[in-house]
């Protein structure tokens, strides 16, 4: 089992930053890839960014490439989301999770096996 917990979610105003973190624990070693995703109310929850654990690969959900970045710290098992720049419209609940997903598969919740509870991001306007 892995455990995750995420931290650093907050109310901001549009164009402003926040940093997310997830601290993973447990056997950690079993995943391969951690990832963000979000959910809005009523809609579906999307790809952020994924990062591996051992490469230096990280990918991006389109609507945040240049404004969000995925980092990592092995020797702490955390993962970092710093979103900058950032809109109204990133308004959701923020989820790490960690799997081992194809370079393919990535931006499917479905490749990853382990989830936090979550942490809300509420932008203003």
């Known amino acids: 089992q892995v455990q995750l917990v995420e931290s650093g979610g907050g109310l901001v105003q549009a164009g402003g930053s926040l940093r997310l973190s997830c601290a993973a624990s447990g056997r950690t070693v079993s995943s391969v890839a951690m990832g963000w995703f979000r959910q809005a109310p009523g809609k579906e929850r999307e790809f952020v960014a994924a990062?591996?654990?051992?490469?230096?690969?990280?990918r991006y959900a389109d609507s945040v490439k240049g404004r969000f970045t995925i980092s990592r710290d092995n020797a702490k098992n955390t993962v970092y989301l710093q979103m900058n720049s950032l809109r109204p419209e990133d308004t959701a609940v923020y989820y790490c999770?960690?799997?081992?997903?194809?370079?393919?598969?990535?931006?499917?919740?479905?490749?990853?096996?382990?989830w936090g509870q979550g942490t809300q991001v509420t932008v203003s306007s």
């Open positions: 999770a960690a799997g081992s997903p194809s370079p393919t598969t990535f931006i499917s919740s479905t490749a990853y096996d382990y």
């Open positions: 990062i591996w654990w051992s490469v230096s690969i990280t």
